[in-house]
Protein backbone atom coordinates (compact mmCIF):
# COMPACT_ATOMS: atom_id res chain seq x y z
CA UNK A 1 0.00 0.00 0.00
CA UNK A 2 1.35 3.50 -1.22
CA UNK A 3 1.62 5.87 1.73
CA UNK A 4 0.21 9.68 1.15
CA UNK A 5 4.38 11.24 0.66
CA UNK A 6 5.07 8.25 -1.97
CA UNK A 7 3.96 8.19 -5.80
CA UNK A 8 0.58 6.32 -5.66
CA UNK A 9 -0.43 3.34 -7.26
CA UNK A 10 -1.74 4.91 -10.29
CA UNK A 11 1.08 7.51 -10.63
CA UNK A 12 -0.06 10.18 -9.23
CA UNK A 13 2.62 12.36 -7.70
CA UNK A 14 2.61 12.47 -4.19
CA UNK A 15 1.45 15.80 -2.25
CA UNK A 16 4.01 17.89 -0.20
CA UNK A 17 4.27 20.98 2.11
CA UNK A 18 6.06 23.44 0.08
CA UNK A 19 8.39 24.16 2.92
CA UNK A 20 8.98 23.80 6.84
CA UNK A 21 6.85 27.14 7.60
CA UNK A 22 4.10 26.30 5.54
CA UNK A 23 3.53 23.45 7.51
CA UNK A 24 3.81 25.30 11.05
CA UNK A 25 1.75 28.09 9.85
CA UNK A 26 -0.88 25.04 8.59
CA UNK A 27 -0.63 23.35 12.16
CA UNK A 28 -1.40 26.28 13.76
CA UNK A 29 -3.94 27.37 11.61
CA UNK A 30 -5.71 24.30 12.55
CA UNK A 31 -4.41 25.08 16.58
CA UNK A 32 -5.61 28.32 16.90
CA UNK A 33 -9.64 28.83 15.98
CA UNK A 34 -12.89 29.41 17.86
CA UNK A 35 -11.92 27.26 20.61
CA UNK A 36 -8.94 30.44 21.03
CA UNK A 37 -11.20 33.27 20.76
CA UNK A 38 -14.13 32.04 22.44
CA UNK A 39 -13.76 29.15 24.54
CA UNK A 40 -10.63 30.53 26.15
CA UNK A 41 -11.94 33.49 27.55
CA UNK A 42 -15.74 32.20 28.78
CA UNK A 43 -13.66 28.98 30.20
CA UNK A 44 -11.09 31.26 32.39
CA UNK A 45 -14.02 33.42 33.34
CA UNK A 46 -15.83 30.09 34.60
CA UNK A 47 -12.88 29.03 36.46
CA UNK A 48 -11.55 31.54 38.12
CA UNK A 49 -9.56 33.45 36.08
CA UNK A 50 -5.50 32.85 36.93
CA UNK A 51 -6.02 29.93 38.29
CA UNK A 52 -7.34 28.52 35.01
CA UNK A 53 -4.96 30.50 32.85
CA UNK A 54 -1.70 28.38 35.27
CA UNK A 55 -3.48 24.88 35.08
CA UNK A 56 -4.14 25.25 31.10
CA UNK A 57 -0.11 26.14 30.48
CA UNK A 58 0.89 23.30 32.91
CA UNK A 59 -1.07 21.05 31.00
CA UNK A 60 -0.36 22.33 27.71
CA UNK A 61 3.50 22.28 28.81
CA UNK A 62 3.48 18.58 30.23
CA UNK A 63 0.67 16.74 28.69
CA UNK A 64 -0.21 18.01 25.40
CA UNK A 65 3.05 18.98 23.69
CA UNK A 66 4.37 14.91 23.87
CA UNK A 67 1.08 14.21 22.90
CA UNK A 68 1.61 16.61 19.54
CA UNK A 69 4.93 15.19 19.15
CA UNK A 70 3.88 11.88 19.05
CA UNK A 71 1.47 12.58 16.73
CA UNK A 72 3.55 14.56 14.41
CA UNK A 73 5.84 11.13 14.17
CA UNK A 74 2.88 9.09 13.55
CA UNK A 75 2.14 11.05 10.28
CA UNK A 76 5.26 11.37 9.23
CA UNK A 77 6.84 7.89 10.03
CA UNK A 78 3.88 5.97 8.45
CA UNK A 79 2.80 8.31 5.78
CA UNK A 80 -0.38 7.55 6.39
CA UNK A 81 -3.89 9.36 7.27
CA UNK A 82 -5.23 9.15 10.53
CA UNK A 83 -7.52 5.62 9.85
CA UNK A 84 -4.51 3.24 8.57
CA UNK A 85 -1.60 5.41 10.46
CA UNK A 86 -2.30 3.64 13.93
CA UNK A 87 -2.79 0.14 12.21
CA UNK A 88 0.45 0.88 9.84
CA UNK A 89 2.49 1.43 13.07
CA UNK A 90 1.09 -0.88 15.49
CA UNK A 91 -0.57 -3.46 13.81
CA UNK A 92 -4.35 -4.66 13.53
CA UNK A 93 -5.58 -4.14 17.14
CA UNK A 94 -4.79 -0.70 17.16
CA UNK A 95 -7.50 -0.19 14.22
CA UNK A 96 -10.03 1.43 16.65
CA UNK A 97 -7.98 4.20 17.19
CA UNK A 98 -8.23 5.06 13.61
CA UNK A 99 -11.76 4.68 13.22
CA UNK A 100 -12.09 7.00 16.81
CA UNK A 101 -9.93 9.92 14.89
CA UNK A 102 -12.31 9.69 12.11
CA UNK A 103 -15.47 10.23 14.03
CA UNK A 104 -14.51 12.71 16.34
CA UNK A 105 -13.13 14.87 13.36
CA UNK A 106 -16.45 14.24 10.94
CA UNK A 107 -18.09 14.74 14.64
CA UNK A 108 -16.94 18.00 15.67
CA UNK A 109 -16.75 19.88 12.08
CA UNK A 110 -20.48 18.48 12.00
CA UNK A 111 -21.12 21.66 15.09
CA UNK A 112 -17.97 23.91 14.59
CA UNK A 113 -19.14 24.48 10.51
CA UNK A 114 -22.49 25.56 12.63
CA UNK A 115 -20.63 28.05 14.78
CA UNK A 116 -18.47 29.32 11.78
CA UNK A 117 -21.81 30.08 9.83
CA UNK A 118 -22.77 32.64 13.30
CA UNK A 119 -19.41 33.69 12.98
CA UNK A 120 -19.76 34.79 9.39
CA UNK A 121 -23.06 35.94 9.76
CA UNK A 122 -22.55 38.44 12.73
CA UNK A 123 -19.78 39.66 10.78
CA UNK A 124 -22.08 40.80 7.70
CA UNK A 125 -24.56 42.29 10.49
CA UNK A 126 -21.69 44.71 11.85
CA UNK A 127 -20.80 45.73 8.59
CA UNK A 128 -24.04 45.68 6.52
CA UNK A 129 -26.76 46.59 9.54
CA UNK A 130 -24.64 47.48 12.62
CA UNK A 131 -24.70 45.89 16.17
CA UNK A 132 -27.97 45.63 18.25
CA UNK A 133 -28.51 48.64 20.89
CA UNK A 134 -29.15 46.70 23.83
CA UNK A 135 -28.71 43.43 25.25
CA UNK A 136 -32.30 42.30 24.62
CA UNK A 137 -31.65 43.16 21.34
CA UNK A 138 -28.49 41.38 21.21
CA UNK A 139 -29.97 38.39 22.34
CA UNK A 140 -33.01 38.13 19.60
CA UNK A 141 -30.54 38.78 17.18
CA UNK A 142 -28.63 35.69 18.72
CA UNK A 143 -31.90 33.69 18.45
CA UNK A 144 -32.78 34.44 15.32
CA UNK A 145 -28.81 33.71 13.47
CA UNK A 146 -28.64 30.36 15.81
CA UNK A 147 -31.83 28.70 14.56
CA UNK A 148 -33.78 27.83 11.88
CA UNK A 149 -33.03 28.54 8.15
CA UNK A 150 -30.26 31.48 9.06
CA UNK A 151 -28.05 28.89 10.61
CA UNK A 152 -28.44 26.11 8.30
CA UNK A 153 -27.55 28.59 5.71
CA UNK A 154 -24.67 29.66 7.71
CA UNK A 155 -23.45 26.07 8.12
CA UNK A 156 -23.42 24.53 4.56
CA UNK A 157 -21.80 27.69 3.38
CA UNK A 158 -19.11 27.74 5.92
CA UNK A 159 -18.49 23.79 5.06
CA UNK A 160 -18.93 24.70 1.61
CA UNK A 161 -16.01 27.20 1.55
CA UNK A 162 -14.25 24.33 3.68
CA UNK A 163 -14.45 21.65 0.72
CA UNK A 164 -13.30 24.44 -1.79
CA UNK A 165 -9.72 24.74 0.44
CA UNK A 166 -9.28 21.01 0.76
CA UNK A 167 -10.26 20.20 -2.46
CA UNK A 168 -7.14 22.37 -4.27
CA UNK A 169 -5.09 20.30 -2.17
CA UNK A 170 -2.09 20.34 0.50
CA UNK A 171 -0.29 23.23 -0.90
CA UNK A 172 -2.18 24.73 -3.32
CA UNK A 173 -5.40 24.90 -0.99
CA UNK A 174 -4.19 24.47 2.84
CA UNK A 175 -0.78 25.68 3.00
CA UNK A 176 -1.94 28.92 0.70
CA UNK A 177 -4.94 29.88 2.95
CA UNK A 178 -2.33 29.46 5.93
CA UNK A 179 -0.08 31.44 4.47
CA UNK A 180 -1.58 34.57 4.35
CA UNK A 181 -4.19 34.30 6.93
CA UNK A 182 -1.85 33.02 9.74
CA UNK A 183 -0.23 36.49 9.85
CA UNK A 184 -3.28 38.76 8.92
CA UNK A 185 -5.07 37.19 11.64
CA UNK A 186 -2.63 37.69 14.34
CA UNK A 187 -1.50 41.46 12.70
CA UNK A 188 -5.62 41.95 12.97
CA UNK A 189 -5.51 40.70 16.59
CA UNK A 190 -2.59 42.49 17.81
CA UNK A 191 -4.44 45.84 16.69
CA UNK A 192 -7.35 44.00 18.98
CA UNK A 193 -5.33 44.15 21.91
CA UNK A 194 -3.75 47.81 21.65
CA UNK A 195 -6.99 49.28 21.10
CA UNK A 196 -8.39 47.38 23.51
CA UNK A 197 -5.89 48.66 26.42
CA UNK A 198 -6.94 52.22 25.66
CA UNK A 199 -10.67 51.45 27.10
CA UNK A 200 -11.38 53.32 30.38
CA UNK A 201 -12.28 50.06 32.08
CA UNK A 202 -9.24 48.30 30.68
CA UNK A 203 -7.11 47.15 33.89
CA UNK A 204 -10.44 45.68 35.45
CA UNK A 205 -10.76 43.20 32.82
CA UNK A 206 -7.33 41.95 32.77
CA UNK A 207 -7.15 41.64 36.41
CA UNK A 208 -10.81 39.55 36.09
CA UNK A 209 -8.65 37.37 33.85
CA UNK A 210 -5.52 37.08 34.61
CA UNK A 211 -4.88 38.46 37.98
CA UNK A 212 -7.64 37.19 39.97
CA UNK A 213 -5.75 34.41 42.07
CA UNK A 214 -8.33 31.97 43.70
CA UNK A 215 -5.95 28.45 45.16
CA UNK A 216 -9.32 26.53 45.56
CA UNK A 217 -10.08 26.94 42.23
CA UNK A 218 -7.44 24.85 41.09
CA UNK A 219 -8.69 21.45 42.65
CA UNK A 220 -12.14 22.17 41.60
CA UNK A 221 -13.52 19.52 39.15
CA UNK A 222 -14.78 21.99 36.93
CA UNK A 223 -11.88 23.85 36.65
CA UNK A 224 -9.77 20.52 36.07
CA UNK A 225 -12.42 19.77 33.32
CA UNK A 226 -12.51 22.94 32.06
CA UNK A 227 -8.52 23.28 31.52
CA UNK A 228 -7.97 19.75 30.13
CA UNK A 229 -10.82 20.48 27.51
CA UNK A 230 -9.46 23.59 26.71
CA UNK A 231 -6.22 22.56 26.23
CA UNK A 232 -6.84 19.53 23.62
CA UNK A 233 -9.31 21.66 22.18
CA UNK A 234 -7.32 24.00 21.36
CA UNK A 235 -4.52 22.51 20.71
CA UNK A 236 -6.30 19.99 18.23
CA UNK A 237 -4.65 17.19 19.45
CA UNK A 238 -5.56 14.00 19.20
CA UNK A 239 -8.10 13.33 16.58
CA UNK A 240 -5.65 13.32 14.04
CA UNK A 241 -5.98 16.74 12.35
CA UNK A 242 -2.20 17.34 12.78
CA UNK A 243 -1.10 13.65 11.78
CA UNK A 244 -3.17 13.98 8.66
CA UNK A 245 -1.20 17.41 8.23
CA UNK A 246 2.48 15.54 9.27
CA UNK A 247 2.23 12.36 6.98
CA UNK A 248 3.05 15.25 3.72
CA UNK A 249 6.01 16.29 5.86
CA UNK A 250 9.94 15.38 4.99
CA UNK A 251 12.48 14.09 7.29
CA UNK A 252 13.92 17.27 7.40
CA UNK A 253 11.95 18.71 9.27
CA UNK A 254 12.73 19.09 13.08
CA UNK A 255 9.49 18.16 15.08
CA UNK A 256 9.95 19.38 18.36
CA UNK A 257 10.76 22.11 18.05
CA UNK A 258 7.65 22.33 15.33
CA UNK A 259 5.77 21.57 17.46
CA UNK A 260 6.56 24.28 20.29
CA UNK A 261 6.35 27.07 17.86
CA UNK A 262 2.43 25.50 16.97
CA UNK A 263 1.39 25.35 20.73
CA UNK A 264 3.67 29.07 20.99
CA UNK A 265 1.37 31.15 18.54
CA UNK A 266 -2.01 28.85 19.69
CA UNK A 267 -1.18 29.86 23.62
CA UNK A 268 -0.60 33.51 22.44
CA UNK A 269 -3.26 34.09 20.80
CA UNK A 270 -5.63 32.39 23.32
CA UNK A 271 -4.20 35.14 25.75
CA UNK A 272 -4.28 37.72 23.48
CA UNK A 273 -8.20 36.92 22.96
CA UNK A 274 -8.55 37.60 26.40
CA UNK A 275 -6.97 41.05 26.28
CA UNK A 276 -9.42 41.88 23.74
CA UNK A 277 -12.91 40.47 25.12
CA UNK A 278 -12.37 41.07 28.91
CA UNK A 279 -11.53 44.79 28.58
CA UNK A 280 -14.37 45.38 26.64
CA UNK A 281 -16.79 43.16 28.74
CA UNK A 282 -15.88 44.80 31.68
CA UNK A 283 -15.29 48.50 30.33
CA UNK A 284 -18.71 48.27 29.25
CA UNK A 285 -19.73 46.39 32.32
CA UNK A 286 -21.26 43.22 31.36
CA UNK A 287 -19.00 41.10 33.15
CA UNK A 288 -21.87 39.02 34.80
CA UNK A 289 -22.89 38.17 31.07
CA UNK A 290 -20.30 36.78 30.24
CA UNK A 291 -20.13 34.30 33.04
CA UNK A 292 -23.27 32.75 31.93
CA UNK A 293 -21.71 29.48 30.56
CA UNK A 294 -23.76 29.92 27.06
CA UNK A 295 -22.19 29.45 23.62
CA UNK A 296 -23.53 32.69 22.39
CA UNK A 297 -21.53 35.05 25.05
CA UNK A 298 -18.96 36.11 22.25
CA UNK A 299 -21.87 36.46 20.01
CA UNK A 300 -24.27 38.86 22.44
CA UNK A 301 -21.84 40.57 25.05
CA UNK A 302 -19.47 41.65 22.57
CA UNK A 303 -21.39 43.02 19.77
CA UNK A 304 -23.02 44.67 22.47
CA UNK A 305 -20.29 46.12 23.87
CA UNK A 306 -19.19 48.16 20.86
CA UNK A 307 -22.47 49.16 19.93
CA UNK A 308 -22.25 52.17 22.09
CA UNK A 309 -18.79 53.33 20.57
CA UNK A 310 -21.00 53.86 17.08
CA UNK A 311 -19.35 53.59 13.98
CA UNK A 312 -15.91 52.71 15.44
CA UNK A 313 -17.68 49.90 17.52
CA UNK A 314 -18.74 48.50 14.21
CA UNK A 315 -15.20 48.78 12.36
CA UNK A 316 -13.73 46.56 15.65
CA UNK A 317 -16.64 44.35 15.54
CA UNK A 318 -16.02 43.94 11.69
CA UNK A 319 -12.11 43.54 12.34
CA UNK A 320 -13.02 40.93 14.91
CA UNK A 321 -15.12 38.94 13.15
CA UNK A 322 -12.68 38.84 10.13
CA UNK A 323 -10.37 37.28 12.12
CA UNK A 324 -12.29 34.93 14.03
CA UNK A 325 -13.64 33.54 10.46
CA UNK A 326 -10.27 33.15 9.36
CA UNK A 327 -9.54 31.40 12.36
CA UNK A 328 -12.09 29.34 12.03
CA UNK A 329 -11.55 28.03 8.29
CA UNK A 330 -7.89 27.35 9.20
CA UNK A 331 -8.79 24.87 11.69
CA UNK A 332 -12.00 23.72 9.71
CA UNK A 333 -9.83 22.50 6.78
CA UNK A 334 -7.59 20.81 8.90
CA UNK A 335 -10.86 18.82 10.13
CA UNK A 336 -12.01 17.56 7.00
CA UNK A 337 -8.59 16.74 5.91
CA UNK A 338 -8.74 13.99 8.28
CA UNK A 339 -11.89 11.97 6.59
CA UNK A 340 -10.66 12.96 3.19
CA UNK A 341 -7.07 11.96 3.45
CA UNK A 342 -8.61 8.76 5.25
CA UNK A 343 -10.46 7.97 2.09
CA UNK A 344 -8.31 8.78 -0.36
CA UNK A 345 -5.35 6.23 1.56
CA UNK A 346 -8.03 3.71 2.37
CA UNK A 347 -10.04 3.64 -1.00
CA UNK A 348 -7.72 5.15 -3.86
CA UNK A 349 -10.59 8.10 -4.23
CA UNK A 350 -9.44 11.21 -5.71
CA UNK A 351 -9.60 14.26 -3.37
CA UNK A 352 -12.38 16.03 -5.10
CA UNK A 353 -14.27 12.92 -4.77
CA UNK A 354 -13.80 12.30 -1.20
CA UNK A 355 -14.33 15.94 -0.84
CA UNK A 356 -17.53 16.63 -1.79
CA UNK A 357 -18.67 13.23 -0.31
CA UNK A 358 -17.29 14.35 3.13
CA UNK A 359 -19.07 17.69 2.80
CA UNK A 360 -22.22 15.68 1.90
CA UNK A 361 -22.17 13.89 4.86
CA UNK A 362 -21.24 16.24 7.15
CA UNK A 363 -23.75 18.60 6.33
CA UNK A 364 -26.67 16.82 6.70
CA UNK A 365 -25.37 15.71 10.05
CA UNK A 366 -24.55 19.31 11.80
CA UNK A 367 -28.60 20.15 10.79
CA UNK A 368 -29.37 19.03 14.63
CA UNK A 369 -26.87 21.66 16.03
CA UNK A 370 -27.80 24.04 13.49
CA UNK A 371 -31.40 23.75 14.47
CA UNK A 372 -31.12 23.53 18.25
CA UNK A 373 -28.22 25.58 20.32
CA UNK A 374 -28.70 22.80 22.90
CA UNK A 375 -27.98 19.57 20.37
CA UNK A 376 -24.44 22.15 19.19
CA UNK A 377 -23.85 22.25 23.15
CA UNK A 378 -23.69 18.63 23.68
CA UNK A 379 -22.01 17.66 20.58
CA UNK A 380 -19.49 19.76 22.30
CA UNK A 381 -19.39 18.17 25.43
CA UNK A 382 -19.23 14.91 23.65
CA UNK A 383 -16.62 15.00 20.49
CA UNK A 384 -14.93 18.02 21.41
CA UNK A 385 -14.20 16.60 24.99
CA UNK A 386 -14.45 13.15 25.76
CA UNK A 387 -13.65 11.71 22.58
CA UNK A 388 -10.61 14.38 21.66
CA UNK A 389 -9.24 13.75 24.72
CA UNK A 390 -9.69 9.66 24.68
CA UNK A 391 -8.02 10.59 21.35
CA UNK A 392 -4.96 11.71 22.95
CA UNK A 393 -4.88 9.01 25.32
CA UNK A 394 -4.55 6.50 22.68
CA UNK A 395 -1.54 8.50 20.72
CA UNK A 396 0.54 8.68 24.64
CA UNK A 397 -0.13 4.67 24.55
CA UNK A 398 0.40 3.62 21.30
CA UNK A 399 4.04 5.90 20.61
CA UNK A 400 4.93 5.65 24.02
CA UNK A 401 4.25 1.82 24.94
CA UNK A 402 3.34 0.31 22.16
CA UNK A 403 5.98 1.38 19.83
CA UNK A 404 8.27 3.90 20.95
CA UNK A 405 11.25 2.84 18.73
CA UNK A 406 9.29 4.09 16.11
CA UNK A 407 9.36 7.36 18.18
CA UNK A 408 13.12 7.17 19.00
CA UNK A 409 14.21 6.08 15.60
CA UNK A 410 12.24 8.90 13.35
CA UNK A 411 12.95 11.96 15.54
CA UNK A 412 16.72 10.78 16.10
CA UNK A 413 16.89 10.17 12.23
CA UNK A 414 15.36 13.46 11.51
CA UNK A 415 18.45 15.40 14.00
CA UNK A 416 16.47 15.86 17.42
CA UNK A 417 18.89 15.34 20.30
CA UNK A 418 18.90 12.09 22.50
CA UNK A 419 18.65 13.71 25.68
CA UNK A 420 15.40 15.59 24.45
CA UNK A 421 13.76 12.27 22.38
CA UNK A 422 14.51 10.40 25.60
CA UNK A 423 12.52 13.52 28.07
CA UNK A 424 9.73 13.15 25.49
CA UNK A 425 9.26 9.60 25.07
CA UNK A 426 9.48 9.38 29.30
CA UNK A 427 6.80 12.09 29.42
CA UNK A 428 4.64 10.05 27.22
CA UNK A 429 4.94 7.28 28.83
CA UNK A 430 4.92 7.95 32.28
CA UNK A 431 3.40 11.42 32.68
CA UNK A 432 0.48 11.90 29.47
CA UNK A 433 -1.19 8.76 30.00
CA UNK A 434 -1.93 9.08 34.15
CA UNK A 435 -2.77 12.76 34.21
CA UNK A 436 -4.75 12.08 30.72
CA UNK A 437 -6.45 9.54 32.88
CA UNK A 438 -7.56 11.79 35.43
CA UNK A 439 -8.26 15.07 33.74
CA UNK A 440 -10.77 12.44 31.59
CA UNK A 441 -12.38 10.64 34.87
CA UNK A 442 -12.92 14.29 36.36
CA UNK A 443 -14.25 15.53 32.91
CA UNK A 444 -16.89 12.77 32.77
CA UNK A 445 -17.62 12.47 36.59
CA UNK A 446 -18.61 16.23 36.35
CA UNK A 447 -20.45 15.79 32.91
CA UNK A 448 -22.78 13.30 34.32
CA UNK A 449 -23.43 14.84 37.75
N1 LIG B 1 -8.16 23.89 17.63
C1 LIG B 1 -9.33 24.37 16.96
C2 LIG B 1 -9.91 25.56 17.71
O1 LIG B 1 -9.39 25.96 18.72
C3 LIG B 1 -10.38 23.32 16.78
C4 LIG B 1 -9.86 22.00 16.37
C5 LIG B 1 -10.02 20.91 17.17
C6 LIG B 1 -9.16 21.86 15.16
C7 LIG B 1 -9.50 19.68 16.83
C8 LIG B 1 -8.63 20.64 14.80
C9 LIG B 1 -8.79 19.56 15.65
O2 LIG B 1 -10.89 26.12 17.31
Known sequence: MAALHHRDERGHPPEHWGSSLGFVLAAAGSAVGLGNLWGFAYRASQGGGAAFVVLYLLIVLVVCLPVLVAEMVLGRST????????????GRRWAPLGWLYMAAAIGILSYYAVLMGWTGRTLLHALLDGLPADMAAAEAYFAEISSG???????????????????AGIRGGIERLSRWGMPL?????????????????A?????????????????????????????????GTGIGAILAYAAYLDRRSAIPSEAVAVVGMDTAV????????????????????????????????LPTG?????????????????????????????????????????????RDRTVWV???????????????????????ALFGGVLLISGGLGMALLLGWGVPARFRADLEGSGSRRWLVRGLLWALRWVSPPAIAIGLAVSVADLVR
Open 203 to 235: HEGYRTFLLRWDAAKLTDAGTIRNAFTQAFFSI
Open 79 to 90: GHAPLLAPITAG
Open 270 to 301: GLMAGCVTFPVVASFGLSDVVSGSTVGTLFIS
Open 358 to 380: MVALIGVLGLPSALDVAVLERMD
Open 149 to 167: GDAVLGHLISLGLTGLVVA
Open 185 to 201: LVLMLLGLVLWAASLPG
Open 306 to 350: LASLGFNGRLVAAVFFSLAYIAAITSSVSLLEVPTSSLMDRLGWS
